[in-house]
């Protein structure tokens, strides 16, 4: 599948919007926020056209009892996908339209990261310039590459991440 990087489009927060109605009825009492994350919850950012979702929820034990009818949604259930205390949710295939992570209230480094990155780069235009430059060359280098667009923008995340961090919990 080709990597493809776009402008910003002012959809992609209606699509948050339309998927954060749907969650709420699912998750009810069980979700405490819900959060547009990702490139494309940042305005102004090029970014590949999937919708980032950080739910936050009581207790993540629970949340595989949400399994079938957020299947019936059109999301595919992945569980931690690699990331410990995580719950991931994909929808779409060709082309992926939605990535749902879900994460246990306590679970502070991994909400406040995806978050702070989030905020960082709305308040730091700049930063969000290079990195918006950045993923479309890694895509016009690695455009059948998904490994080798990730691994091009490791080091630049990592940066972005421990910057944004210490600037989010000065906040």
């Given at each position: ?21 749907k969650f709420e ?115 016009q280098q690695f ?29």
């Amino acid at each position: 599948m080709e990597i493809e990087i776009h402008n910003p489009h002012h959809e992609w927060h209606q699509l948050f919007e339309i998927e954060k109605s749907k969650f709420e009825k699912i998750f009810e009492k069980e979700m405490l926020s819900i959060h547009h994350i990702g490139s494309t919850a940042v305005p102004g950012l090029k970014a590949k056209p999937i919708i980032d979702i950080l739910v936050v929820v009581e207790n993540i034990e629970k949340v595989s009892e949400f399994n079938q009818k957020i299947e019936g949604l059109g999301y595919e259930v992945l569980g931690e996908n690699g990331i410990e205390g995580r719950r991931f949710f994909i929808k779409g295939v060709n082309p992926r339209t939605h990535h749902i992570h879900v994460f246990q209230k306590d679970n502070s480094l991994d909400i406040n990261r995806h978050l702070a990155v989030r905020n960082y780069l709305i308040n730091h235009n700049h930063v969000a310039n290079e990195y918006g430059k950045l993923k479309v060359k890694l895509a016009q280098q690695f455009p059948n590459d998904r490994t080798g667009y990730s691994n091009g923008k490791d080091h630049f995340l990592k940066q972005l991440e421990q910057k944004a961090l210490a600037w989010y919990l000065k906040c």
